[in-house]
């Protein structure tokens, strides 16, 4: 058996012991409701300091059952189109920022019944779209997105300012009509980022847009800032706010993080189910890095695991890998200080944000249920998914 709490320095708050993984059922998304807290005193902390706004990415982080211990600290969501907006609205009660790349007439007019901010992505849609929505819901405070034009992203797939970006309008394309119809502008062009990016992304964004922030009400620095990591410069963000707060006076400030909310906020509790040998030994596990940890095969990136090493690190090397037929779904290569056995757990750290948002029934493997761990050590089991999950989603 693997003792888990020889753990890594990713896992040192973590709260889950071998007894609660015995009552926890397998595979099982587990929210640490302690350290959730722990990131939204951070975001609160930088609230109060700066008098920013701070909104969450339901892209990034949408377990909903815990929004009763989120919407405390945050003053929001921002959604990416009606579905987001109707969750922000029924479960988080606070303010909605609907922005999306391309709103559609058949629904914009319900998204903006339930938004406060409404953004566009182009002038075009911002033309067609602003008479309904603002028949919809008079008080909506329309805003535009643009592309600061400064690529900072380390990867092209999340740079939403690399070349031939659909996201934002860049400023030669901005018509100073469309101006006279907005309270606000919009950016968003970080990925896990410090604060030290948001300096110059902020600058190239003056650079080329502060003329117009003289008529506007309210800026959104959009999300990727990784406040929430260990190491994140959190004083320098408070000073940049705060520097650009002093400039423009007369501006609300935004952010919307998704990660930060959820970062280092819980794990994803697996089984060994079988071993087999292959040149290497392969763990199969009862989980999938293809239906439930997406980003590990699309970003791509290697999930920590508890106890366990680079390969060849610790005696016992295995491969990881998932429940599909798909001949990839493999997680990586990781050494323990113990052979694995048959019926063990495997515990995937910092598995909250981009997982559960992303997670499928591909290949009719179940959905990993979720739970939380109080802070009192109680377990809440908030979803079990069964067959239905897969049947219901197809036809
Ligand atoms: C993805 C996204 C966010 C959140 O980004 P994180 O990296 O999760 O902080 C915020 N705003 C917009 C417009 C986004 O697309």
Known sequence: MQDISKSLKISKNSKISKGILERLPSPCWVLEEHLLIRNLEILGHIKEQTGAKILLALKGYSLWKSFDIVSPYLDGCCASGLHEAMLSHETFGK?????????????????????????????????????????????ISIGLRVNPELSLSPVDMYDPCGIYSRLGIISTNIDTLILENIEGLHFHALCEQDSSALELVLESFEDKFGEYLSEMKWVNFGGGHHITRDGYDIEKLIKIISDFKARYPHLDIYLEPGEAIGWETGVLVSTVLDIVHNGIDIAILDTSAEAHMPDTIIMPYRAEVR???????????????????????????????????????????????????????????????????????EIAMFREFGYEEFKGRLS
């Open 307 to 377: 106890g366990a090493s680079e390969a060849n690190q610790k005696p016992h090397t295995y491969r990881l890998a998932g429940n599909t037929c798909l001949a990839g779904d493999i997680m990586g290569d990781y050494s323990f200080d113990e052979p694995l056995n048959i019926g063990d757990k495997v515990i995937f750290e910092d598995q909250m944000h981009y997982t559960m948002v992303k997670a499928t029934t591909f290949n009719g493997i179940p959905l990993p249920s979720i739970a939380m761990l109080r802070k009192n050590g």
């Open 95 to 139: 303010e909605t920022h609907s922005y999306s790349p391309a709103f559609t007439a058949q629904n914009i007019e319900q998204i903006a019944s339930i938004s406060h901010h409404l953004v566009f992505n182009s002038p075009a849609q911002l033309d067609s779209l602003i008479s309904l929505a603002k028949k919809a819901n008079p008080t």
